[in-house]
């Protein structure tokens, strides 16, 4: 099983930056692609961005790329997403998430653990 524990979520205004991170836990790390997902109220949990295993093939979803960056630590277990140029319609609940898998994906239903999810503010 694998444990996830995301941090770093928080107010900001827009233009502003935050970076999210996500620790993991009973399993070996590099052995595991990694997601972040979003959900808004009343909406559907979105793609965010992915990473392999190995820390490459990072894909963003069209709505973050140049403004969103993930990134990976194999040696801290730690995931990254560093995101720049916030706007208010990036509010949302982000979800860490892993898969028993190098490969990253796009879908939320390809992923196997969660972590519990961190609120991102953006006032515009």
């Known amino acids: 099983q694998v444990q996830l524990v995301e941090s770093g979520g928080g107010m900001v205004q827009a233009g502003g930056s935050l970076r999210l991170s996500c620790t993991a836990s009973g399993r070996t790390f590099s052995s595991l692609a990694m997601g972040w997902f979003r959900q808004a109220p009343g909406k559907e949990r979105e793609f965010v961005a992915a990473i392999s295993g190995g820390g490459g093939r990072p894909v963003a979803a069209d709505s973050v790329k140049g403004r969103f960056t993930i990134s990976r630590d194999n040696a801290k277990n730690t995931v990254y997403l560093q995101m720049n140029s916030l706007k208010p319609e990036d509010t949302a609940a982000y979800f860490c998430?892993?898969?028993?898998?190098?490969?990253?994906?796009?879908?939320?239903?390809?992923?196997?653990?969660w972590g519990q999810g961190t609120q991102v503010s953006v006032s515009s």
């Open positions: 998430a892993a898969r028993d898998s190098n490969w990253p994906a796009g879908s939320p239903v390809a992923y196997d653990y």
